[in-house]
C-alpha cells in the first residue's frame, strides 16, 4: 500500500512546493501601468463577477476587484482580456504579475498597502494629538488626518455624526488604532470600525474623504438590518445600540471597566423611587448609565406679540438639576411614581441627550429650544451635588466640550452636521457627511444641540 501510494505523495508534496516556490522578482515591466486614482479600498471585498469574498485580488489598472489568480479565475482572465496585469490580494497584500504569475517585490507598491491596511504604531498613536500637519491627497487636495469627510451613501448621515463624534475621544480612537488590542474578537462589527478608525486618521490616503461602506455593511448585518442604508435613524438610538453591541462584542461584562466602552462613557447613578399610590414606599438602586437624558421645557404655546419668531432658550445647567437628587420626574410606566436621580460616579466621558423628539401615533413633534452651554470649564459640582462612589477620592467634575450633534430641519425631514475640537490646535470644525469647515467655538453654541460629548478635565 506504501509503495503503489508513494508517486501520489510525491506529487502533491511537488505540487505544494510550487504553490510554496513562486517566483518573486523585482523588475515588473508593468508597474508604470499602475493608476492609483482608480483605487478605492472603502467597500466590501467581493469580486465583481463571482461575488465571493474568498481570496479576492484587485486589479492596479482599474481598480476591479476579481477572484483567484490560477488559469481559470476571474483575475486570471481578466489579465488576458484587458490587457491588465499587476494585482493585490486583498489579505495577504502580496502583489501578482498575471498570466505571468510570478510575485512582485518592490517598495514602490508600499504605499497602495498602507491605503489598503493603514498601519499605526504606538509612538504615533500618541503624537496624533499634538501634530498639526496636513496630508496631501493624489488629486494635489490638501487634508487633515482625523478631519476627513465621510461618504453619505445614502441617508447615513445619522452613522456619520456619530463616528465623527467618537473619533475625538481619543482613548477609544487610540485603543481601535492598534488591531493587536482587539485580535481575540470575531465580531466584523469590531474589525470594520477599527479600519474605518485607521482610515480616518491615516496620513497616507489617496484621497480626502473616506466611505464607510464596509461598517455600514457590518452595522446592517449586526442590528438585523434596525439600522440600514436608505433609512433615516435618530442618532442617539444608533449611539446608544453600537456602545453597548461594541462592548458586548469586545468581551465586556457587567463589570466596570470591562471593555473600552465602559472605561470611556460609564457612569453610576443613584435612584430614589417614590410610588404615588404610596409615597412611603421607597425604593434605592444604583444604575450604571453610558448617556443621560435631559428633558427640555416645553416652547409656548403662543408667540410673543413683538417678537413672533422668538425662540425659547434653557441655560444647560437648568436641565442638569434633574440630577440633583431632589429635582422629581414623574414617570407613568411601568406604574406611576415619582423619581429622583443623583450622579453617583462621573465617566471620563460624559454623553448629554437633550430630549428635542416627542413621538406618539400619529406624528413626531420637535422641541425647537435652544441649551446655552459653555464650551470650555463646564463645572458640574455646580449644578449636581455629585457624592463619591471611591469614599475620599475627589471627584474630577469639570469639562471641556469635544463633539456637538445638531439636527437641521422637521423632524421627519431634518439632517444632521455635528461640530468637532481638532485637540492639536484646540479649533472646531463643522463637518456634515464631506463637507468640513473651520469655524469659530461661539458658533458650535448657536445650534440645536441634540447630542453632546464632554471631556473630563484631568
Not at 493608476?35 to 485580488?57: A, I, M, P
Not at 517598495?107 to 496636513?134: E, M, Y
Amino acid at each position: 500500500m506504501k509503495r503503489a501510494g508513494a508517486p501520489d505523495d510525491a506529487a502533491a508534496a511537488a505540487a505544494k512546493r510550487g504553490r510554496q516556490e513562486t517566483e518573486v522578482r523585482r523588475d515588473c515591466p508593468y508597474l508604470d501601468t499602475v493608476n492609483r486614482q482608480v483605487l478605492d479600498f472603502d467597500f466590501e471585498k467581493f469580486c465583481s463577477v463571482s461575488l465571493s469574498n474568498l481570496n479576492v485580488y484587485a486589479c492596479l489598472v482599474c481598480g476591479k476587484y476579481f477572484q483567484g489568480r490560477g488559469r481559470k479565475s476571474h483575475a486570471y482572465t481578466h489579465s488576458l482580456e484587458a490587457g491588465h496585469h499587476v494585482f493585490i490580494n486583498l489579505h495577504s497584500e502580496k502583489v501578482y504579475c498575471l498570466p505571468d504569475g510570478y510575485e512582485v517585490d518592490d517598495p514602490s507598491l508600499d504605499d497602495i498597502r498602507h491605503v489598503l491596511n493603514p498601519r499605526f504604531t504606538g509612538a504615533q498613536v500618541s503624537q496624533l494629538d499634538k501634530s498639526k500637519q496636513w496630508a496631501r491627497a493624489l488629486d494635489g487636495s490638501d487634508y487633515l488626518p482625523g478631519m476627513v469627510g465621510l461618504n453619505n451613501i445614502k441617508e447615513t448621515d445619522f452613522v456619520n455624526v456619530i463616528i465623527q463624534s467618537l473619533m475625538r475621544v481619543t482613548p477609544l480612537r487610540d485603543f481601535f488604532l492598534i488591531p493587536e488590542n482587539y485580535r481575540h474578537s470575531s465580531s466584523p462589527l469590531v474589525h470594520r470600525f477599527g479600519e474605518l478608525t485607521r482610515k480616518i486618521w491615516h496620513a497616507r490616503n489617496f484621497k480626502g474623504q473616506v466611505s464607510p461602506h464596509e461598517f455600514l455593511q457590518a452595522i446592517m448585518s449586526a442590528s438585523k438590518k434596525k439600522f440600514r442604508i436608505g433609512v433615516q435613524s435618530d442618532p442617539v438610538e444608533f449611539f446608544s445600540w453600537l456602545l453597548n453591541t461594541l462592548h458586548s462584542e469586545l468581551g465586556g461584562t457587567t463589570l466596570r471597566n470591562s471593555s473600552i466602552i465602559y472605561q470611556c462613557f460609564q457612569g453610576e447613578l443613584e435612584v430614589l423611587k417614590e410610588l404615588q399610590s404610596d409615597p412611603n414606599n421607597r425604593e434605592i438602586s444604583r444604575l450604571p448609565f453610558l448617556m443621560l437624558g435631559l428633558d427640555l421645557p416645553p416652547p409656548p404655546l403662543f408667540k410673543d406679540v413683538m417678537e413672533k419668531n422668538i425662540i425659547p432658550q434653557v441655560p444647560l445647567f437648568n436641565i442638569l438639576k434633574k440630577f440633583d437628587g431632589e429635582t422629581p420626574t414623574e414617570v407613568v410606566r411601568p406604574q406611576p411614581a415619582r423619581m429622583r436621580y443623583r450622579v453617583t460616579r462621573l465617566p471620563r466621558y460624559l454623553i448629554l441627550h437633550m430630549r428635542r423628539f416627542k413621538k406618539n401615533n400619529f406624528f413626531i413633534e420637535k422641541n425647537p429650544t435652544l441649551v446655552n452651554f459653555p464650551v470650555k470649564n463646564l463645572e458640574l459640582k455646580d449644578y449636581i451635588p455629585l457624592g463619591s462612589a471611591d469614599g475620599s477620592k475627589k471627584a474630577r467634575s469639570k469639562y471641556d466640550l469635544i463633539a456637538n450633534t445638531v439636527h437641521d430641519g422637521k423632524p421627519r425631514e431634518g439632517s444632521y452636521r455635528v461640530f468637532v475640537q481638532r485637540k492639536s490646535e484646540e479649533v472646531w470644525y463643522e463637518m456634515q457627511d464631506l463637507h468640513v469647515t473651520e469655524t469659530l467655538p461661539q458658533m458650535v453654541a448657536l445650534s440645536e444641540a441634540y447630542m453632546q460629548i464632554y471631556e473630563q478635565q484631568q
